[in-house]
């Protein structure tokens, strides 16, 4: 369901172009976007439509060739790389999709990696809790199955409460049945937190759980539809 | 913004703490490893006496009045049995008997020559009375005059200069005294010599000739020992008086200007442990070359030292013998203050010494002082001005030492 | 160019930082074997041809004075080839210029004699109205003499002018050190070469010598030879023959070459060391991260030889790379190292022997770094089954669990920042490879350490020998022993403040086999102008009537104890042989020496007292005029100037040690950066992903910096207590290699060489945490992200 709010997001006639050897492929081109607190977005788009660009911008990872962005009261499309990573920092939960835990850290200092350094942390303990695996704690990655580690991932995401989760195709790497827990546990956080989640995969099952659904194709929105009956995980199919 | 606690944010408390650790010990390091190292130094002492100033050179030993005995006829020489260092006494010992065998004395020549002779040592006996006269009289002078000097110079009523030289004044119309006896006697033996010569008898019954020692004193050389026909003039015999001894010091005429009559002299080393005292009798007014013991060729200035000890004291002491000699020219007052010659160190214009500066660290520190140097010889310098009595002074500087230098003392010899 | 060759540039490229770091370290190490090794052979086959071709003797001989016949008698001895007398004596020479008096030794010029005179420039002396001479090549440089110039000598009194002729070299004087110094001044003291005739009239030696050699048929009867030849000599007031051994020019050259060649392998074994660890390390991490295209390849059918080719090609690029840049540079500076050594010693030519069993070292070196730090990447290779390799690489499970346990143990550890945490397991997780860097790094801390501790070694005992126990100004030699009258002449000269004299007796010591030819020095006992210190500065003082003082090396060599009598034969004047006790033992840092009380001595040589020479200080103000006294007195054959003697010790020392400290510095430096900042690559590149993720996660660019810059920063702490111990302990090493016979060094710890080493330590480190700096700002996060493990 939409909410009437201010967005958290604004994306004016975003555009993205870099150089490849010869030519220059332009990843975006001129995105008007808006998203709002607590919406829970999936973006969706085949290889080569530009998401992940998207997301990047989005997570200050990277900045637009032309158009603006804001978060709220800040223009990120005008900040340097120092003022994007403390946005970055105080603001952002990144999900990837090869978890990118840090392999001799356990699940707790792999959490606490982050609370530590955020303004508003939760209890780190907490985060392991949200999503299930409160019990894990001083496990290592290695000790942890695909699934449990994209979980430890996402909580290390979400410890330093932040303001969006974006994840980058969290299912990409896991089977089906694996796949919805971790979903699952996505929407537990986004019940109970009411954080802005943004999901971009090629995986168009996965819509079904967003209230809006963003279609992205060859660097520009073709389709933007509104859900209004977002499912569970564990309904979906793929 | 809220404050925050992590220790990963740049400027955290415990951070900022590590940096001032690393700081700190960074400065720590530098301070300790870049400071001076404490320099190595041995210390003598600022005490107070008197430095003499003095001239060292060896010398020799010399009976001043010696006499050569010589025949006065050709005859036949008995053996001379007597040997260097035997005593002899006046008219008693009989030194020397010839067997007259030249008839030719008895011709009127010789007689004439003979009788000369005879009237030559009269004279000298006259002369030798005159000298005698005149030598007393000075003496009493002398003598008289000294006496007094002694009881102002008690009173601080005259300088020591003038006392030295009434007391030298005193000394020489002595010495001149027993040369004027000398002379006497050595004239008077000349004319009993003459006399016997004139009335010689060459008949075979008559007695030898016989020759009997002039002075008191001892036998100093043997010139000719074997029996045998001699010549008239032949030397026989060096006899001499020991206790007019006398040293005599040859020293470089650069040093001689500095030695003054009745200056003490110290006579060391010449073969027993004792030290000998003497005073500088007189300082020859010419000097000689003479070519040194380095085989440079010098100007020297003969130096004559009068012994102090009697006789009696020094009988090992013979004639010509290699003598130490210590010419005292100058002395410091008693009351002051001397250093270690080691300890002091010039450029052009001044001395300096280094001087410690108690403290109760580990390694105290040197103060470079200027001092005012007065009379220095081999061990000591008198020091006029700068330091004080008890101060420690740093022997031997080195060559690394600075004013304000950090210095570890060591002691080479615990004694 | 096809694809495996196009890959193998690509690899060397990609790695090129490393390289540089290995092939560097690998070239320091080659070229200073090089160098060393170049330098040795060079001066030994010099050496060796100066010696033939100039006839260098096997044994010499002092004596007072034989007739030429005598020559005879000694070519009878079974074993002499050849025997030369010449007349050898000292002269004091004034220099106009200079205030100092100037010694010289004269040698006589015969015909055809051993250690025959090479001319450099001019001609030999002739006969004529003028003195003509040559003289030697240091001293003319010293003095800047060309033929022409004339020189004032006092000869046997008489003041002569010498023109120089020639300037020259002899075999026997390749080294000119002046009797009674350690090391050479050539401004104070050289050779002049004169005709016989004009000696031979100076001093009454028509048709006779006073200084012998001989050459042997076979060198190793030497000892035996000896023992007759000083027989002969023993009438003729023979003092003693030496051989080559105990000659000045001979032994200084041996010993030398002895330092050069400890030199040559401490050095090379440290770089060699430190290449090995690195290539070790940053080869198994290479290895390690290419595991998966080995496994590709090894799927296609790849066979493990050609892959394990392929890797060899790699290493053979860079070692041989090194090796030659080695070796080029190698020779290059010991044409350099040549130079430095042609201030002290003189040959007619230097031989440059470029070609020869180095190279061979050399590759043979490179070979060996190559094997051991290749070894272990190679086995990896080898062992690596295909499908082992597609499994992500973990963590070694046994330094995670370790450490697990321990922060279970330890609640600081659990509280620990995860950073730090993460910094310490990835140290643990490889301790191997930990540890060698650590142990990389400590060797360019022990470097450091050798360097600069010998710098504070030679400070004390250059203080110890010239501000402790030698305090006078100048020792004067007489040519004869003079009675002591001489002692209060020199004292009365203006401008002495005090003199004390001193009697050397060249003397054969026995005990039992044990033999030892030195000079026993006579003292006063009040002598405070040159004393007996040891080494913890507390003075002998030769007892009146009592035995010899002598030093423990002296001691060492004879095998005696206090207490224990020698035999003392007396090699002047009447060979006289005597018993003495031994009063007194002490330590010090100079060759074997004995004295005894002077009074003693005149009494058992049943001499009058008689002086061999004099030391003096003098008032500064009067130094000219007791220069132009001291040149002008005959007896006078040499004079040596113990501040002069100081400032010429502290220059040449210095120089060499502060050289030697400025590049041991730049070694150490670049050992450090070289093992430091391959550490922080190789983190860098394995935990890219990691460092990139936490940047995504809103860590700061410094945040990250800190993270590669504790690792660096941790393993150069830990080196330090490792590396300097092991720096003193080669300090040891090297001290006791040194201890020779002319000289041992001390053990001094100072507290400005830790600093030093600290410093330079610090500033490395410092630089390359810039250098880490740079490196970590070009993380190019979404790049690293994308790409797969």
Same mark, same amino acid.
């Not at chain 2, 030298?168 to 119309?173: E, V």
């Not at chain 3, 090894?298 to 060899?312: D, Q, S, T």
């Not at chain 3, 936490?694 to 504790?710: A, K, P, S, T």
């Not at chain 3, 700002?777 to 979404?782: G, P, Q």
């Given at each position: 369901m ?15 172009s870099y150089?490849m ?33 998207l997301?990047n ?11 603006t ?22 603001h952002?939960g990144?999900?990837f ?15 606490r ?5 955020a ?49 980058d195709?969290?299912?990409?790497a ?12 996505i ?49 979906l199919?793929? | ?5 992590s ?13 001032a ?50 025949s006065?006829?050709? &005859?036949k020489?008995?053996?001379i ?14 030194l020397?008997?010839?067997?007259p ?10 007689q ?7 009237k ?10 005159e ?15 000294f006496?007094r ?16 030289q009434?007391e ?6 002595n ?20 006399q ?13 000739f016989?020759?009997?020692?002039p ?14 026909v ?12 020991p ?43 010419s ?12 100007k ?9 000890q ?7 002491? &013979? ?15 008693a009351d ?6 080691g ?5 052009a ?9 108690p ?35 740093v ?17 080479a010899?615990?004694? | ?7 193998l ?6 790695l090129?930082?490393?390289g540089?770091?290995?092939v ?5 190490g080659?070229a ?9 052979r ?8 100066y010696?033939? !071709? ?5 044994a ?17 001895i079974?074993g ?12 004091i ?33 002739k006969l ?39 300037i020259?070299?002899?075999p ?31 001093w ?9 050699a001989?050459?042997l048929?076979?060198?190793?009867d ?19 023959s ?36 690195l ?18 390849l ?15 090609q ?8 090194g090796?030659?840049?080695?070796v ?24 440059q ?12 070196l490179g070979?060996?770094?190559?094997a051991l ?21 973990? =963590? ?7 450490l697990?346990?321990?922060? =279970? ?11 730090l945490?993460l ?28 360097s ?7 400070d004390?005992?250059l203080? !110890?020998?010239?501000s402790?126990?030698?305090? !006078? ?38 005990n ?21 210190l040891?080494?913890?500065n507390h ?6 009537n ?27 004047g009447v060979?006289?042989?005597l ?10 840092y ?9 009074a003693?001595?005149h009494?058992?040589?049943r ?5 061999s020479?004099?030391?003096?200080t003098?008032?500064p103000n ?17 004079v ?15 120089r060499?040690t ?12 670049l ?8 550490s ?13 993720t ?25 080196a330090?207590?490792i ?12 001290i ?6 002319? !000289? ?9 060489t ?22 970590a ?6 790049h ?5 493990e």
């Open positions: 939409s909410v009437p709010r201010r967005p958290l997001f604004e994306a004016k006639q975003l555009s993205k150089p050897g010869d030519s220059v492929v332009h990843a975006l081109r001129g995105i008007d976007l808006q998203l709002h607190e607590g919406e829970f977005v999936v973006i969706l788009g085949a290889s080569g439509s530009g998401k992940s660009t997301l911008i989005l997570g200050g990872l990277d900045t637009p060739t032309s158009g962005l804001m978060f709220r009261d800040q223009d990120l499309s005008a900040c340097d790389e120092h003022a994007l990573t403390e946005f970055r920092r105080e952002v990144f999900v999709q090869f978890y990118n835990l840090i392999s001799g850290l356990t699940s707790l200092d792999n959490v990696l982050v609370t530590e350094i303004n508003a942390p939760m209890e780190p303990i907490e985060a392991l809790r949200l999503v299930g695996l409160e019990n894990r704690a001083t496990h290592y990655p290695a000790q942890l199955s695909g699934g449990e580690q994209q979980r430890v991932a996402i909580a290390r995401a979400i410890g330093k409460n932040p303001s969006v989760l974006l994840c195709e969290p299912t990409g896991l089977d089906v049945k694996t796949g919805a827990i971790v979903l699952d546990a929407a537990r956080i986004h019940r109970e937190l009411g954080t802005l989640v943004v999901i971009i995969t090629h995986n168009a099952a996965i819509a079904n759980m967003a209230n809006r659904v963003i279609r992205l194709s060859d660097g520009q929105i073709a389709r933007i539809d509104e859900n209004l009956n977002p499912q569970p995980a564990s309904t199919q793929w | 913004m809220p404050p925050v606690h220790s990963t944010n740049s400027w955290s408390p415990r951070n900022i703490g590590f940096a650790l690393l700081i700190a010990g960074l400065c720590a390091l530098a301070w300790l490893g870049f400071s001076e190292s404490p320099i190595p130094v041995e210390l003598g002492r600022v005490d107070v006496g008197s430095v003499e100033l003095s001239i060292e050179d060896d010398g020799e030993t010399r009976i001043r009045e010696r006499y050569t005995i010589t006065p006829i050709t &005859g020489l008995a053996r049995e007597l040997h260097p260092g035997d005593p002899i006494e006046k008219d008693s010992t009989r020397v008997l010839i067997e065998t030249d008839p030719s004395l008895l011709d009127a020549r010789s004439l020559e003979a009788e000369g002779r005879l030559a040592t009269q004279t000298a006996i006259e002369r030798a009375d000298l005698i006269k005149v030598a007393n009289e000075s003496l009493q002078l002398a003598e008289h005059n006496e000097s002694k009881q102002l110079f008690s009173l601080n009523a005259i300088a020591r200069a003038e006392f030295d009434v030298h004044s005193f000394r020489s119309a010495a001149e005294l027993r040369a004027a006896n000398f002379l006497r006697s050595i004239a008077q033996h000349e004319n009993s010599i003459a016997a010569a004139l009335s010689l008898d060459t008949t075979p019954e008559s007695t030898p016989e020759i009997h020692a002075i008191d004193g001892t036998i100093l050389r043997v010139l000719h020992e074997d029996a045998g001699i010549a008239p003039g032949s030397p026989l015999l060096e006899v001499g008086d206790r007019e001894m006398e040293v005599q010091v040859d020293v470089l005429s650069t040093a001689a200007v500095s030695i003054r009559p009745n200056n003490k002299v110290l006579i060391e080393r010449w073969g027993s442990n004792q030290t000998l005292s003497g005073h500088v009798r007189r300082v020859e007014p000097a000689f070359l003479k070519i040194s013991a380095l085989g440079v060729e010098e020297r200035v003969r130096v004559l030292v009068d012994l102090d009697p006789w009696e004291e020094r009988q090992s002491l &013979g004639d010509g013998y290699r003598i130490e000699a210590r010419i005292v020219v100058d002395s410091s007052p002051g203050m001397f250093v270690p010659t300890a002091l160190e010039s450029n214009q001044s001395w300096f010494v280094y001087r410690l500066i403290s109760s660290f580990r390694y105290p520190r040197v103060e470079r002082v200027e001092v005012s140097v007065g009379i220095k010889n081999r061990d000591f310098a008198q020091i006029t001005g700068g330091l004080n009595q008890g101060d420690s002074v022997l031997y500087p080195p060559e690394k030492l600075k004013d304000g230098a950090k210095v570890t003392i060591y002691v010899n615990p004694d | 160019m096809n694809a495996r060759k196009r890959l540039i690509s690899d060397i490229l990609r090129w930082k490393q540089v770091a290995i560097g370290l690998l070239a320091c080659i200073t074997f090089i160098m060393s090794t170049s330098t040795i060079s001066m030994e086959a010099s050496r060796d041809q010696y033939a !071709h100039y006839h260098f003797a096997h010499w001989a002092s004596l007072v004075r034989a007739p030429n016949a005598l020559l005879d008698r000694i070519l009878e079974p002499v080839t050849r025997a030369s007398g010449r007349i050898v004596r000292q002269a020479l004034d220099f106009p210029n200079l205030s100092e008096p100037v010694t010289a030794r004269l040698v006589s010029i015969e015909t055809k004699s051993l250690d025959a005179l090479y001319l450099r420039k001019g001609r030999l002396p004529g109205a003028e003195t003509e001479v040559v003289v030697s090549e240091l001293f003319a440089e010293a003095h800047d003499l060309k033929l022409g110039d004339t020189l004032q000598a006092n000869l046997g009194g008489k003041r002569d002018l010498l023109h120089i002729v020639g020259g070299l002899s026997d004087s390749i080294y000119v050190v002046q009797p009674g110094l350690l090391l050479s001044d050539n401004r104070l003291y050289g050779i002049v070469w004169a005709p016989r005739e004009k000696l031979e009239a100076v009454n030696m028509d048709g006779a010598f006073n200084h012998l001989v050459e048929e076979n060198p190793a030497g000892h035996k030879i000896q023992t007759q030849i000083d027989e002969l000599l023993s009438n003729y007031g023979g003092t003693g030496i051989l080559r051994d105990d000659q000045e020019s001979h032994a200084r050259i041996r010993d030398e070459l002895n330092e050069l060649r400890t030199m040559a392998f401490l050095a090379p074994a440290i770089f060699l060391s430190v290449t090995i660890f290539l070790h390390m940053v080869f198994s991490r290479w290895i390690g991260q290419q595991r998966e295209r080995i496994a590709t090894r799927a296609f059918g790849y066979r493990v030889h050609e892959i394990a080719w392929h890797v060899l790699v290493i053979s690029i860079w070692i041989g790379a090796v030659i840049l080695g080029l540079i190698g020779l290059r500076f010991a044409n350099a190292l040549s130079g430095i050594y042609k201030e002290f010693f003189r040959f007619p030519e230097i031989i022997v470029p070609f020869g069993w180095e190279w061979i070292g050399a590759v043979m070979a060996a770094v190559a730090g290749a070894w272990s990447g190679l086995k990896q290779v080898v062992r690596l089954p295909p499908a082992l390799a597609m499994q992500a690489g973990n =963590l070694q499970p046994s330094a995670a669990r370790f697990a346990l321990w922060s =279970l143990r330890s609640t600081s550890v659990a509280k620990m920042s995860p950073i945490r910094v310490l397991l990835r140290m643990l997780a490889n301790p191997k490879l930990t540890l060698l860097s650590i142990l990389g790094l400590s060797l360019g801390v022990s470097l450091l350490i050798l600069s501790f010998f710098q504070s070694t030679i004390r005992v203080e !110890h020998q010239f402790q126990c030698q305090r !006078h100004d100048f020792q004067l030699t007489f040519d004869e022993s003079k009675n002591e009258s001489s002692m209060y002449e020199i004292s009365q000269w203006p401008g002495v403040t005090r003199v004390e004299g001193f009697r050397a007796v060249p003397v054969q010591l026995h039992g086999n044990q033999r030892e030819r030195l000079t026993i020095l006579g003292l006063d006992p009040n002598a405070e102008l040159f004393r007996l040891d080494t913890s003075a002998s003082i030769p007892k009146s009592g035995g010899l003082v002598i030093t423990k090396k002296l001691a060492n060599k004879l095998g005696v104890c206090q207490g224990d009598f020698v035999e003392v034969e007396v090699l002047e060979h006289r042989r018993r003495l006790p031994i009063d007194r033992i002490f330590a010090n100079t060759g074997p020496s004995a004295s005894i009380d002077r003693t001595l009494e058992w040589m001499e009058g007292d008689r002086l020479g004099v030391f003096l003098l008032d009067y130094r000219d005029e007791v220069y132009q006294r001291i040149k002008k007195t005959p007896v006078v054959c040499g040596l100037n113990r501040q002069a003697t100081l400032a010429n010790f502290r220059e040449l020392l210095s060499s502060s050289a030697m400290r400025f590049i041991n510095a730049i070694f150490a430096a050992i450090t950066l070289g093992v430091a900042y391959n922080a690559l190789i983190t860098f590149s394995e935990r890219a992903r990691d460092l990139a936490l940047r995504v996660l809103g860590y700061r660019q410094n945040e990250i910096l800190w993270i590669l810059l504790l690792e660096l920063i941790l393993i150069t702490l830990l330090i207590p590396g300097i111990p092991l720096g003193y302990t080669f300090a040891y090493g090297m006791t290699s040194l201890d020779t016979d002319s !000289h041992r060094l001390p053990m001094v710890f100072a507290p400005s830790i600093a030093y080493t600290l410093s330079v330590i610090a500033a490395a480190t410092a630089v390359c945490c810039l250098m880490v700096a740079q490196m700002s070009k993380l190019e996060i979404i690293v992200l994308k790409v797969r």
